[in-house]
């Protein structure tokens, strides 16, 4: 059924009609809105005999699902940003014991400086974690991807974390089209647990492993998550029948078939991106783009097969590794490593930066011409950084990097009268 | 109660290997066999459970395995062997594992150092949600890993009066990693990382925390302080505990031959004295309420308890009187605070 209704609230009605056993989650913007409102349809006894569970941290709020889950419960949370952080721990270890715990990420920055609004830095900074890591490009992908996302994790049996971005998605307004109920019911199976605590079957899980078998331990979390490289393409196609829309898979294209130019982004940037390709195409540029759906595991080959006739890649992310550069582009350049491909990373969007139509498009038509540098930070104003380079220079205390720069470039009012 | 879940069945066998040993012979608590049934400890009956098997890798005369043995047993028979538990990183984790071993006959899981009273919680949550609350759940942890590390989860857990027995071994130090100090390490202490040197030998005074008193601050159903030295009185807190619901609390002192510097042999001895000076003192409480304190006829002075242990070593030296003082002062406040007298 058509709603015009926010991310968030459609992203909370479409877990409620997976029927999580135990919800535990723990405020952070921009997640909020998501379990408020499953907190309201679980106390209204619309989720069957659910328990949420008002943790009192992220850190509580993963263990907790950890406890649940190990019981046999289908389980769900939700955070962001330093949330994840402070849960991290907790979150190698569900994905280590191998528990399919449904996690929404609504994607913001990390601090220090405090940043409350979007990038991709609190999902790359668990990318190594064990979890599958699957991007949603709108609300309705983002609706519909939780729903296969259970299934995901429950066949496989690893947790799922489903990045959404904060405040571009979380409280956007859009039409989506709710699932019904029953299509939800019919498309995900009962939860039979790989293990469990059971009195009548006692087993100790969480047990120390040596040298003797933590390769082999580790291994079989990485084998699984190659595993899942089919299986959420074969999921996303199931959906995609019985749900009569496609929103799964571990890529989607746009327009990048025959062109010789391909972007690559994930999250709801690609939006943004794929309206300026739109333009661009009008005007005979050969431009397309290809979204990353699933981050983790990475789909390495498939996107070798569809960049092998490419010209050149501009891989666009909204976080990098400091002292490094672009994390997404050095993924791609692994794909690519029997290509001889110009690979271009951009980093833009940082702490919600605004990524305008006029920025992707001067970027994009510098990439046509093969003039941008390896790495680019889209908008950055370099003049600013080096002034405050040279006030730390200068040999007195020159304070709080951060707030010398709001102040140079004069946001603050305040600055200018000083 | 089934036999699979309390295992005792192989014990009984005349060609079993191992027979049902008591293991109160040979201790003070031997009348234990000359008790009337239904006071004997757990361990004295049939009905053992056994939830921590021998063969495990605990130091000779460790109180944590003997307490927790106790304790569980104790448990598994309050529920009918419905119980699944729950366990911190820290000695009795490491002891009790690594596979392909386990002495754990209940289900069990290891998650974390720092989010047992958590992952007890969502346990719980399950349990509700799938309508089994005949099964019963409990969580462990070490001094470090409830006071410390994990007390942020704690409170949680106690101010939501979750569904949980939580059963804190405190041996007083971090003695897993190698004895350094937690925040219940008490005044004058020595450890790894509180040494007997300076103006002020071992752990300095004034700091710490007495976590019954911050359970009880929390009027959770059921806060109790046991002994590995009185088990009867043990086994009949985690009986009342078991009978409740709601969050649940019991902190047993256990001796630390390693890290405290007794002799294995003193295990019981030293938990008796720390009873006995008003060290460790035996209380229960319901919702904040203090109902019940072990009696002191006559209190030991500190020194009997202080020098059996190498930790305190330096606080009979010359110039140190003032530590022994303060030691005694603690434990004459604590007789005072609880009434144990």
Same mark, same amino acid.
């Given at each position: 059924?058509?709603?015009?209704?926010?991310?968030?609230?459609?992203?909370?009605?479409?877990?409620?009609?997976?029927?999580?056993?135990?919800?535990?989650?723990?405020?952070?913007?921009?997640?909020?809105?998501?379990?408020?409102?499953?907190?309201?349809?679980?106390?209204? !006894?619309?989720?069957?005999?659910?328990?949420?569970?008002?943790?009192?941290?992220?850190?509580?709020?993963?263990?907790?699902?950890?406890?649940?889950?190990?019981?046999?419960? $289908?389980?769900?949370?939700?955070?962001?940003?330093?949330?994840?952080?402070?849960?991290?721990?907790?979150?190698?270890?569900?994905?280590?014991? !191998?528990?399919?715990?449904?996690?929404?990420?609504?994607?913001?920055?990390?601090?220090?400086?405090?940043?409350?609004?979007?990038?991709?830095?609190?999902?790359?900074?668990?990318?190594?974690?064990?979890?599958?890591?699957?991007?949603?490009?709108?609300?309705?992908?983002?609706?519909?991807?939780?729903?296969?996302?259970?299934?995901?994790?429950?066949?496989?049996?690893?947790?799922?974390?489903?990045?959404?971005?904060?405040?571009?998605?979380?409280?956007?307004?859009?039409?989506?089209?709710?699932?019904?109920?029953?299509?939800?019911?019919?498309?995900?199976?009962?939860?039979?647990?790989?293990?469990?605590?059971?009195?009548?079957?006692?087993?100790?899980?969480?047990?120390?492993?040596?040298?003797?078998?933590?390769?082999?331990?580790?291994?079989?979390?990485?084998?699984?998550?190659?595993?899942?490289?089919?299986?959420?393409?074969?999921?996303?196609?199931?959906?995609?029948?019985?749900?009569?829309?496609?929103?799964?898979?571990?890529?989607?294209?746009?327009?990048?078939?025959?062109?010789?130019?391909?972007?690559?982004?994930?999250?709801?940037?690609?939006?943004?991106?794929?309206?300026?390709?739109?333009?661009? $195409?009008?005007?005979?540029?050969?431009?397309?783009?290809?979204?990353?759906?699933?981050?983790?595991?990475?789909?390495?080959?498939?996107?070798?097969?569809?960049?092998?006739?490419?010209?050149?890649?501009?891989?666009?992310?909204?976080?990098?590794?400091?002292?490094?550069?672009?994390?997404?582009?050095?993924?791609?350049?692994?794909?690519?490593?029997?290509?001889?491909?110009?690979?271009?990373?951009?980093?833009?969007?940082?702490? !919600?930066?605004?990524?305008?139509?006029?920025?992707?498009?001067?970027?994009?038509?510098?990439?046509? $011409?093969?003039?941008?540098?390896?790495?680019?930070?889209?908008?950055?104003?370099?003049?600013?950084?080096?002034?405050?380079?040279?006030?730390?220079?200068?040999?007195?205390?020159?304070?709080?990097?951060?707030?010398?720069?709001?102040?140079?470039?004069?946001?603050?009012?305040?600055?200018?009268?000083? | 109660?089934?036999?699979? /879940?309390?295992?005792?069945?192989?014990?009984? %066998?005349?060609?079993?290997?191992?027979?049902?040993?008591?293991?109160?012979?040979?201790?003070?608590?031997?009348?234990?066999?000359?008790?009337?049934?239904?006071?004997?400890?757990?361990?004295?009956?049939?009905?053992?459970?056994?939830?921590?098997?021998?063969?495990?890798?605990?130091?000779?005369?460790?109180?944590?395995?003997?307490?927790?043995?106790?304790?569980?047993?104790?448990?598994?028979?309050?529920?009918?062997?419905?119980?699944?538990?729950?366990?911190?990183?820290?000695?009795?984790?490491?002891?009790?594992?690594?596979?392909?071993?386990?002495?754990?006959?209940?289900?069990?899981?290891?998650?974390?150092?720092?989010?047992?009273?958590? /992952?007890?919680?969502?346990?719980?949550?399950?349990?509700?949600?799938?309508?089994?609350?005949?099964?019963?759940?409990?969580?462990?942890?070490?001094?470090?890993?409830?006071?410390?590390?994990?007390?942020?989860?704690?409170?949680?857990?106690?101010?939501?009066?979750?569904?949980?027995?939580?059963?804190?071994?405190?041996?007083?130090?971090?003695?897993?990693?190698?004895?350094?100090?937690? %925040?219940?390490?008490?005044?004058?202490?020595?450890?790894?990382?509180?040494?007997?040197?300076?103006?002020?030998?071992?752990? /300095?005074?004034?700091?710490?925390?007495?976590?019954?008193?911050?359970?009880?601050?929390?009027?959770?159903?059921?806060?109790?302080?046991?002994?590995?030295?009185?088990?009867?009185?043990?086994?009949?807190?985690?009986?009342?505990?078991?009978?409740?619901?709601?969050?649940?609390?019991?902190?047993?002192?256990?001796?630390?031959?390693?890290?405290?510097?007794?002799?294995?042999?003193?295990?019981?001895?030293?938990?008796?004295?720390?009873?006995?000076?008003?060290?460790?003192?035996?209380?229960?409480?319901?919702?904040?309420?203090?109902?019940?304190?072990?009696?002191?006829?006559?209190?030991?002075? /500190?020194?009997?308890?202080?020098?059996?242990?190498?930790?305190?070593?330096?606080?009979?030296?010359?110039?140190?009187?003032?530590?022994?003082?303060?030691?005694?002062?603690?434990?004459?406040?604590?007789?005072?605070?609880?009434?144990?007298?």
């Amino acid at each position: 059924m058509l709603q015009q209704i926010e991310g968030s609230y459609a992203v909370a009605e479409a877990v409620a009609m997976c029927m999580p056993e135990v919800v535990a989650a723990y405020p952070i913007t921009p997640q909020t809105h998501i379990v408020e409102h499953i907190g309201e349809l679980v106390k209204a !006894g619309k989720v069957g005999s659910c328990e949420y569970i008002n943790v009192d941290s992220e850190f509580s709020a993963m263990s907790a699902c950890i406890g649940s889950s190990v019981m046999g419960a $289908r389980t769900y949370t939700a955070t962001a940003s330093q949330g994840l952080l402070f849960m991290m721990e907790a979150v190698y270890n569900a994905s280590g014991l !191998g528990l399919p715990i449904v996690m929404t990420l609504g994607n913001r920055s990390i601090g220090a400086p405090i940043n409350i609004w979007n990038d991709h830095t609190d999902a790359l900074a668990a990318r190594d974690s064990g979890w599958i890591q699957l991007f949603v490009e709108t609300n309705q992908q983002a609706v519909d991807v939780h729903i296969q996302a259970f299934k995901l994790a429950e066949a496989i049996s690893l947790p799922v974390m489903v990045c959404m971005d904060g405040f571009v998605l979380t409280h956007a307004y859009e039409r989506i089209d709710m699932p019904d109920k029953s299509q939800v019911e019919s498309f995900l199976p009962p939860f039979v647990p790989k293990q469990k605590l059971d009195p009548d079957q006692p087993v100790s899980i969480g047990a120390m492993v040596g040298p003797e078998a933590f390769t082999e331990v580790r291994y079989l979390a990485h084998h699984k998550q190659l595993e899942a490289l089919e299986i959420i393409d074969d999921i996303g196609e199931e959906f995609a029948e019985l749900f009569g829309r496609s929103s799964g898979g571990l890529v989607s294209c746009f327009d990048c078939g025959d062109a010789d130019t391909i972007v690559i982004a994930a999250g709801s940037v690609v939006g943004t991106i794929k309206s300026v390709i739109k333009d661009m $195409r009008d005007e005979g540029h050969s431009i397309g783009v290809v979204s990353i759906r699933s981050m983790r595991p990475f789909p390495r080959f498939k996107l070798a097969k569809v960049l092998q006739k490419a010209k050149r890649v501009i891989v666009f992310e909204k976080a990098f590794s400091v002292g490094v550069g672009g994390v997404l582009a050095l993924d791609v350049q692994w794909a690519l490593h029997n290509y001889s491909l110009p690979l271009y990373s951009v980093i833009g969007g940082l702490g !919600g930066r605004s990524i305008t139509r006029a920025s992707l498009r001067k970027l994009f038509d510098k990439g046509l $011409r093969d003039q941008l540098p390896q790495t680019h930070f889209l908008d950055l104003d370099i003049d600013a950084v080096n002034r405050e380079l040279a006030r730390e220079r200068s040999g007195d205390r020159s304070g709080p990097a951060a707030e010398n720069i709001v102040r140079d470039l004069g946001v603050v009012s305040a600055a200018k009268t000083s | 109660m089934t036999d699979k /879940v309390k295992g005792f069945s192989v014990y009984d %066998s005349e060609d079993s290997p191992q027979r049902l040993k008591f293991y109160q012979t040979g201790t003070l608590t031997v009348g234990n066999r000359l008790l009337d049934a239904k006071l004997r400890t757990v361990q004295a009956t049939k009905e053992r459970a056994n939830a921590i098997t021998s063969g495990h890798r605990a130091c000779q005369g460790c109180g944590e395995a003997l307490g927790a043995r106790y304790a569980v047993d104790a448990a598994m028979l309050a529920c009918d062997g419905k119980l699944v538990a729950t366990n911190a990183t820290g000695c009795l984790e490491v002891f009790t594992t690594p596979y392909p071993e386990t002495a754990w006959q209940l289900p069990w899981i290891h998650s974390l150092f720092g989010n047992t009273p958590a /992952v007890a919680t969502g346990m719980a949550a399950a349990l509700k949600a799938k309508g089994q609350t005949d099964i019963r759940v409990l969580a462990q942890g070490g001094d470090g890993g409830t006071a410390d590390i994990g007390f942020g989860c704690l409170s949680g857990m106690f101010e939501r009066n979750d569904d949980v027995l939580y059963i804190c071994y405190n041996n007083q130090a971090y003695m897993n990693t190698g004895v350094q100090r937690s %925040s219940q390490t008490p005044g004058a202490a020595r450890t790894a990382t509180t040494m007997p040197v300076g103006p002020e030998p071992g752990n /300095v005074f004034g700091t710490g925390k007495y976590l019954p008193a911050i359970a009880m601050a929390h009027e959770i159903p059921y806060v109790a302080t046991a002994s590995i030295h009185h088990l009867h009185d043990l086994e009949a807190k985690v009986h009342k505990a078991m009978s409740m619901r709601g969050a649940r609390y019991i902190e047993i002192l256990v001796t630390c031959p390693l890290g405290w510097g007794s002799a294995p042999a003193d295990t019981i001895k030293v938990a008796r004295l720390a009873v006995e000076t008003g060290l460790w003192p035996l209380i229960e409480a319901e919702h904040g309420e203090l109902t019940g304190s072990h009696q002191l006829e006559r209190p030991r002075p /500190v020194e009997d308890y202080l020098k059996l242990q190498r930790r305190f070593a330096h606080v009979f030296k010359p110039g140190n009187e003032w530590e022994l003082d303060n030691l005694q002062a603690l434990a004459d406040r604590n007789i005072r605070r609880y009434g144990l007298k």
